[in-house]
């Protein structure tokens, strides 16, 4: 199984940025799909997610800002970034868990990208 995440880069506070995450090796309709976010000297934290019917879940740190989505057809997932703040600078992982469930929780995913860097400058 291989999740590579793309799309991250250096923007100014109130641009956007769309995140990418293309799944490969796996059954990608059978599984609910989230964005993680590691700010340096901060834990791992749920951004949202999304189920196979395409149910959301959003942190209330990124609510009306963010928007999750995915593609089953071409096994990918995307997060769309806009009114982007200094304080959504981290690295961005995504994420996958059998099932159609939400967990926030990072250890309850059973497979994780390799990350793309997010810095937002004010």
């Known amino acids: 199984v291989q999740l590579q995440a793309s799309g991250g880069g250096s923007v100014q506070a109130g641009d956007s940025l769309r995140l990418s995450c293309a799944a490969s090796?796996?059954?990608?309709?059978?599984?609910?799909m989230g964005w993680f976010r590691q700010a340096p000297g901060k834990e791992q934290e749920f951004v949202a997610g999304?189920?196979?019917?395409?149910?959301?879940s959003y942190a209330d740190s990124v609510k009306g800002r963010f928007t999750i989505s995915r593609d089953n057809g071409q096994n990918t997932m995307y997060l769309q970034m806009n009114s982007l703040k200094p304080e959504d600078t981290a690295v961005y992982y995504c994420?996958?868990?059998?099932?159609?469930?939400?967990?926030?929780?990072?250890?309850?995913?059973?497979?994780w990208g390799q990350g793309t860097l997010v810095t937002v400058s004010s």
């Open positions: 999304i189920s196979r019917r395409g149910a959301t």
């Open positions: 994420a996958a868990r059998a099932g159609q469930m939400v967990y926030y929780s990072p250890a309850r995913y059973d497979y």
């Open positions: 090796g796996l059954t990608f309709s059978g599984y609910y």
